[in-house]
């Protein structure tokens, strides 16, 4: 084994005047040995990336996503068919909660609340953390 003595020096006083190093060195002192055998392996399958979904999951799914298109056109459907009687009956309670205006800004606010969260879903379902 040739060894730089410079490198040695350095280190040397590395070991002397840093506490950093010392902890380093000192956890290298107690360590077990040589790694396991699988140990290379173990790590590559930590960091490899997910296999590919089986073909029944993509048929599933594409399913789910044109099922929830389906209840969202569905919602907004309903909102479009049967919001004027609804806004009647907001009308009737807005006096009690403090005017159309404090029914408006709630209203928005539950609505930014609301695309805030299916945002939050949506990102989350297209980039999902990695391991």
Do not use: K
């Not at 590395?14 to 790590?43: C, H, I, M, T, W």
């Not at 159309?100 to 945002?119: D, H, K, Q």
């Amino acid at each position: 084994m040739n060894i730089d003595p410079r490198e040695w020096d350095l280190q040397e006083r590395a070991l002397r005047e840093d506490a950093a190093y010392r902890e380093v060195a000192r956890a290298l002192r107690r360590s077990p040995g040589e790694p396991p055998a699988d140990f290379a392996a173990s790590v590559a399958a930590l960091v490899a990336p997910a296999p590919a979904p089986a073909r029944e999951d993509l048929l599933e799914h594409w399913l789910l996503r044109a099922f929830a298109m389906v209840l969202a056109i569905a919602f907004i459907s309903a909102i479009a068919h049967y919001g004027s009687l609804w806004l009647e009956g907001f009308e009737a309670i807005a006096p009690l909660l403090g005017g159309s205006t404090a029914l408006n800004w709630a209203v928005a606010a539950g609505a930014c609340v609301a695309l805030s969260w299916a945002f939050a879903q949506g990102g989350a379902r297209l980039h999902p953390p990695r391991r």
